[in-house]
């Protein structure tokens, strides 16, 4: 997802700034977001599951030791009112319980004149993967259907950021091809950092073969000699304060 990542730090990231990553998962956007403020600028990545920040640290300790990875919930941020000039979200408003709340979070610890932007993936016709990916979780892994909401349309973006506190943002789909390596290597590891990994990784072994069949099946057209190479059309939302 490194194109996505990008364009959500070129968006609002310059050097010399502090920056808070919310629900950072992996770290992708927190290495870019480090690289791009430079030696006098200072980055945080944040993220509730331990998990993600014990990965992060670890991939990041030999070229990124500056930053800073913390444990905190999204919906109550540990930092101080006013602390970082600009805040990003790749890929995990979304998921959050109140998104309106976690954007009132970010709105409170950026200091005025700073800059929030998020990622949100929109509808799955825009995205091959999630929409495998979703049938995959309901057919193999017995989700319920009404428990795989995750996308969101520009207007409801739009309408998190008003409830939140903020001026109108400016939305924008990003239109991009992401390679990934073989569904068989990336689904497993892309599960762990998902609501529903839970439901994946209690199936059993042959279970579990079936489903990655599944989605390498359906995703049988994008494939490249490396992995795949797949639509992905999420959007991205930016305001200043």
Not at 45 to 65: C, E, H, K, T
Request: glycine share 6%; hydrophobic share 40%; aromatic share 10%.
């Amino acid at each position: 997802m490194v194109p996505v990542s990008e364009a959500l730090v070129s968006a609002v990231v310059e050097p010399g700034d502090v920056v808070l990553d919310v629900a950072c998962g992996t770290g992708i956007a927190t290495r870019l977001a480090a690289a791009a403020v430079g030696s006098s600028g200072r980055v945080v990545g944040s993220d509730l599951n331990q998990g993600m920040i014990s990965y992060s640290r670890q991939v990041s300790a030999v070229d990124w030791p500056e930053i800073a990875w913390e444990e905190a919930s999204a919906l109550d941020l540990p930092y101080e009112s006013d602390s970082f000039d600009c805040v990003i979200c790749q890929q995990g408003l979304q998921f959050f319980p109140d998104p309106i709340a976690g954007l009132a979070e970010m709105k409170r610890v950026t200091k005025t004149g700073g800059s929030v932007a998020v990622t949100v993936w929109s509808e799955l016709s825009t995205s091959p993967y999630f929409e495998a990916l979703t049938e995959m979780l309901i057919d193999h892994a017995h989700v319920d259907p009404d428990d795989l909401v995750f996308t969101a349309t520009a207007d409801e973006i739009v309408e998190w950021f008003k409830e939140a506190g903020f001026a109108v943002p400016t939305v924008e789909r990003l239109e991009t091809e992401v390679d990934l390596p073989p569904i068989g290597e990336y689904l497993p590891a892309h599960m762990k950092a998902l609501p529903w990994a839970g439901s994946y990784f209690s199936l059993d072994e042959q279970s579990q073969e079936a489903a990655i069949e599944y989605v390498e099946r359906r995703m049988s057209s994008y494939q490249t000699q490396p992995g795949l190479q797949v639509p992905f059309g999420p959007y991205l939302a930016r305001t200043t304060l």
